[in-house]
């Protein structure tokens, strides 16, 4: 069952609208709608806010503002993870982003709660606030650590004199702007009174993380906070942790005793989620004229939150890329009073590999070396910062795969050299490597009288196929057909879980269902072994098959729903974990990522330096697949992700106001159907990780974006001749340096 193609369990209950969603929730009674009124200032403070005739337009029930707002818990700094802390809402007078929440307004429907939103007055003291990067950018300060608690800064060797020695240099700068995750379904949450307890039914990615945040703000003993959470239409890290909507739903729904449902509506989720940070990364290398790199640096300089600092890992990813023995990565912030920086799909490899990989292009550009060539040739043995073997790298089997397939041998060798009619033709190339983690999960695993399993988490299904793969690693755990097992996902009665993120939770929520498998099986065997009428009996436990509902051993069988119903006439259940990776030495003797090779040819026009992409191929080394259907939709949404990234996403702020201009896909770009073309595929090569868990998988939900954007502005240079180093590359870049043209 593990590897097949197997559609997607769930696809009929989503084709057919069943599938709930946060906001689509009715068995807990009818609810009332509140709408977030946000603030039309960056930085002061509410002077006067009068709610009277808010409070007496129809339908209403409630205006909470910091006046009125249930007394919350403090953000605990103390506690690792943002996520897991209180997210106190509507605290005091002052005013720290554009659009912060400054009142909820409740009413009867959706409609007279957004009405009487606009009677809400607000009278502000405008303050000065920072608002632009630029400006700013060079008054930083240096966090103790990076996001993922990775190190801020690493040196190896020396830099400075390895790269003053070397024979051919690339020193440059690269930008990348702010981005939002922006899924399909906005941020929502209801919130429903049963009794003392609160149910939250939230668009979240972990479910673990928004019941104690949910309990931390409202002061409430976990156990009473109930999260549901079974259908997450997208979250790319948006949804980590939960926002405004879930505190400000919980708390009028305790206030009123009564359902209460909040939905952001797009512009709100580009002002009260969060975003990618806006980065200035100056990337150096240094190399013989063989192409082998003596010295890399990747120093990043991000904006960040004053309240709620985030530092992406912009320069973690070349930490374990390419060999060097002079080495130098740093992470810089300065704070803006804009919304917090969040992870944002890929946090830091994404930007970080769309520059460094840029720069690999240019090195070899300057060294004349194809660069697929220049990126084997640095290749290193052991994990060049770490100092520990690799447990499964296959770059570059990826690079050499991909350049097969690709047809590289025709890449245009000279920029700006090949022309059909009006279109510029250029070829782009760029590795891919993101670090594979490991974190805390525990499932339960239950076998029914009927023979039927049922899988329980509070996992979540973000979109990816988490209910399909367990449904496959369920039926094969237990030699089950697939339609006898059942998956529970998204409720925080359910054992806990690291959730849907980091590209962890294919494989943390699969390893222990397969544990949870492993001790359901011996259980059963125990049970029947030492049955005088079980046809097992006495037989060796070694020899067990278990396949189709039943046990076999030699020639002896029965089926598993006899032995449950002789031993467990209520059903029997076993649970299974997996570690924590700072648990699991594997993690510290190995550097275990996942790898690729991104490949892209790319049309200019020569007037108007429209790009086109043409095709696309992405070549990738992720360890052992669960389902090659589900994961060649992640790896293609990942390479389109980063065709964005290189040619289309940018919110800009108003230096002014601090709102983001664009907050809204007229605006904010993203790739549509148009943009792609129909020849866009993810090859995977079949592979086994045994260090990072027992299935031999790995992570695949972010290696897909590591890079892609950069083998498309790898092949508009390589169109055009014109390099742009300031993401996205936009026409009025490029179009300055397009040669002149004669025909
Ligand atoms: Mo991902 S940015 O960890 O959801």
């Known amino acids: ?33 509140g709408f977030i009124v946000g603030a039309t200032i960056g930085k002061g403070r509410i002077t006067r806010i009068d709610t009277e005739e808010a409070r007496n337009a129809p339908g209403v029930h409630l205006v909470m503002t910091h006046l009125n707002a249930p007394a919350q818990g403090p953000r605990d700094e103390s506690i690792p993870f943002e996520y897991w802390r209180a997210q106190p809402v509507l605290t005091g007078p002052d005013i720290h982003f554009y659009g912060e929440p400054v009142a909820l307004v409740v009413a009867e429907t959706f409609e007279q709660a957004r009405d009487a939103g606009d009677l809400v007055e607000v009278e502000y003291r405008v303050g000065r606030g920072r608002f632009d990067f630029g400006e700013f950018e060079d008054d930083v300060y240096i966090p103790k650590t990076v996001n993922a608690g990775l190190p801020t800064d690493t040196a190896v060797g020396d830099f400075d004199a390895g790269f003053a020695g070397a024979e051919v240099k690339v020193d440059q700068q690269y930008t990348t702007p702010y981005e939002f995750s922006m899924p399909i379904e906005p941020n929502a949450c209801m919130a429903a009174p049963r009794g ?32 549901v959470t ?5 979250g790319f890290g ?13 708390l009028a729904a305790r206030a009123l005793g009564r359902p209460v449902k909040v939905t952001l509506t797009r512009q709100q989720v580009f002002q009260l989620v969060g975003m990618r940070p806006t980065s200035s990364q100056r990337v150096r290398l240094g190399a013989g004229r063989d192409g082998r790199l003596a010295a890399i ?34 992470h810089r912030l300065t704070a803006l009073d804009l919304p917090r920086g969040s992870d944002v799909r890929a946090p830091g490899e994404a930007p970080g590999m769309l520059s460094v990989e840029s720069a690999m292009d240019e090195l070899a550009d300057v060294l ?50 090949v022309r059909e009619g009006r279109w510029l033709v250029g070829y782009g190339v760029s590795a891919a490597i993101r670090g594979h983690f490991q974190g805390p999960t525990t499932v339960r695993v239950r076998l029914e009288p009927d023979g039927t399993a049922v899988i329980q988490t509070d996992m979540t299904d ?57 001790a359901l099986r011996t259980k059963l065997l125990d049970a029947a072994r030492g049955d005088t009428r079980s046809p097992l009996h006495g037989r060796d436990p070694a020899d067990a098959v278990f396949s189709d509902g039943t046990v076999a051993i030699g020639d002896a069988s029965e089926a598993l729903s006899e032995i449950v119903a002789r031993h467990h006439p209520d059903g029997v259940e076993a649970e299974g974990q997996t570690r924590f990776m700072g648990d699991d030495p594997n993690y510290s003797d190995y550097s275990i990522n996942t790898y690729g090779a991104h490949f892209a040819e790319v049309g200019v026009d020569a007037d108007t ?23 060649r939709s992640q790896l293609i949404g990942g390479m389109i992700w980063g065709v964005g990234a290189a040619l289309e996403e940018e919110a800009v702020v108003d230096p002014r106001s601090g709102a983001f201009v664009n907050r809204d896909f007229a605006g904010y770009l993203v790739p549509v159907h148009g943009d792609i073309p129909a020849d866009i595929e993810a090859v995977v090569l079949e592979g086994y990780d045994d260090k990072a868990n027992v299935l031999g998988a790995k992570g695949i939900g972010e290696v897909g974006i590591c890079g892609s954007g950069a083998a498309v502005a790898n092949a508009v240079f390589n169109a055009t001749g014109v390099r742009v180093r300031d993401f996205p590359i936009t026409l009025e870049k490029l179009l300055p340096g397009l040669p002149a043209m004669v025909g």
């Open 230 to 234: 079974p259908f997450v239409g997208g």
């Open 368 to 417: 004349g070396m194809d660069p697929v060539e220049l990126r084997i040739r640095n290749e290193p043995t052991v994990d060049p910062e770490r100092n520990v073997p690799y447990s499964d790298r296959h770059l570059v089997e990826c690079l050499r795969e991909g350049a097969h397939r690709f047809g590289w041998e025709n890449r245009p060798a000279t920029p700006a050299s």
């Open 297 to 330: 640096a990747h120093d990043v300089t991000m904006h960040t939150n004053p309240d709620v600092e985030y530092a992406e890992q912009t320069a973690a990813t070349v930490r374990s890329l390419y060999a060097a023995p002079h080495r130098l990565t740093s």
């Open 196 to 227: 003392e307890d609160l149910v939250v039914y939230v668009s979240c990615q972990i479910t673990d993380a928004a019941r104690d945040s949910v309990a931390s703000t409202l002061m409430m003993d976990p156990e009473r906070v109930h999260i």
């Open 238 to 250: 948006s949804k980590l942790g939960i926002h405004s909507e879930t505190i400000l739903a919980a």
């Open 462 to 518: 973000i979109g990816t196929g988490t209910y399909t793969i367990l449904t496959q690693v369920g039926a094969e755990g237990l030699g089950l057909p697939l339609e006898r097992v059942r998956i529970d996902l998204g409720r925080s009665d359910h054992p806990s879980s690291w959730g849907s993120g980091g590209s962890w939770g294919a494989t943390n929520s699969s390893t222990a269902v397969y544990r949870a498998c492993m």
């Open 1 to 33: 069952m593990i590897g097949q193609a197997v559609n997607r369990v769930d696809g009929p209950l989503k084709a057919t609208g069943r599938a709930a969603y946060a906001y689509e929730h009715w068995e807990a009674g009818q609810p009332l709608y």
């Open 609 to 631: 330096a429209e790009i086109r992409l043409r095709r696309m191929l992405g070549v990738f080394s992720v360890g052992r697949l669960f389902n090659p259907k589900t994961a």
